[in-house]
């Protein structure tokens, strides 16, 4: 059956899609086999009853036996297919609780890839390989459609709710998205790469990061982090003081800040790197020591673009 697997389907990167495609050789081998049984059949009638000087075709009105055979043989045929459809149908809505979860941001005419920890990435996404992976999905503008042809998963992005697909992957290497929902001029470049990788390359991607650092400035990754992060929920960055949380970001940079041991500090690059990872180290005056520690939690490069955003904010 592998041949035919290959001669009519694109790879199949994960045990749903060796199941779907199980699945559809059945019903080509199942309607291939009924469609020589009826048209052999409708032949052989025609030639075994033709038109012949002196021989009267029996005249038949009715075969119970046979007319129960054609209907219940199909029917419970047909019920099979059912049931093994709906299990198919039923695994694939349904993602595993302990699933990687991905939020896809779709919109004219790129993917973004979000993962748990805030790494973003554009129009490529890492995934370990054996691990059931859930994309949670969203349009910003008008309809796409996720499409993963060798995961045989399609699902519909809508903008205003969200849609999801899972798949556990097996297959290592690269697998390719496509937008399977006509989306305006440039609908056929909205493709993305799904690399599968091994557990130590997905560690050391992780390490990396994502890629959108490398299209934007420091100062604008910083702004991104800045609410990716969570520095938000405490720190503003016009000058007003958040409510149970920290200071504000405007006019931090390069100021001497006064702590709550009366010792002064100039708030330069170290001052604030070690805010960050060390937050309890120097508390500065009027605020409770509430900040969590970052430490391990931020790329160096990400540290350095939040110092780049906080220093923009200098006046
Ligand atoms: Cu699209």
Redesign the pocket.
């Known amino acids: 059956m592998n041949w035919m697997r290959s001669l009519m389907l694109p790879m199949a990167g994960s045990v749903h899609a060796r199941e779907m495609d199980n699945f559809y050789i059945f019903l080509v081998l199942l309607t291939t086999f009924f469609f020589v049984l009826v048209a052999g059949l409708t032949v052989w009638s025609v030639v075994r009853y033709r038109r012949r000087p002196g021989v009267i075709t029996p005249h038949i009105t009715d075969n119970m036996g046979l007319e129960l055979t054609w209907s219940v043989i199909p029917l419970l045929i047909l019920m099979g297919v059912f049931f093994w459809g709906v299990r198919g149908f039923l695994g694939a809505t349904v993602a595993p609780g302990n699933s990687l979860e991905i939020t896809v941001t779709?919109k004219?005419?790129v993917w973004s890839f979000e993962y748990p920890d805030g790494t973003r990435t554009v129009n490529e996404v890492h995934v370990p390989v054996g691990k059931p992976v859930r994309f949670v999905m969203g349009s910003q503008d008008?309809l796409?459609?996720f499409f993963v042809p060798t995961m045989r998963v399609k699902q519909d992005v809508v903008p205003g709710r969200y849609t999801d697909v899972w798949f556990t992957p097996d297959v290592e290497g690269l697998h390719r998205v496509a937008?399977a929902?006509y989306?305006?001029k440039g609908?056929s470049d909205?493709a993305a790469k799904i690399y599968v990788d091994s557990q130590e390359k997905y560690q050391h991607w992780l390490e990396e990061g994502g890629d959108e650092w490398k299209s934007i400035s420091p100062v604008a990754f910083g702004k991104l982090l800045y609410e990716s992060k969570g520095c938000s929920t405490c720190h503003t960055v016009d000058g007003s003081r958040m409510a149970g949380g920290g200071p504000s970001w405007k006019g931090v940079f390069g100021r001497m800040e006064m702590m709550s041991d009366h010792k002064q500090y100039l708030a330069d690059e170290n001052y604030i790197r070690e805010s960050i990872l060390n937050p309890q180290a120097k508390i500065v005056m009027g605020y409770e020591p509430i900040m969590p520690t970052y430490q391990g939690l931020l790329r160096d490069r990400e540290l350095n673009a939040l110092i780049a955003y906080i220093k923009s904010l200098r006046n």
């Open positions: 779709a004219q005419w008008v796409h459609s937008c929902e989306c305006g609908h909205m």
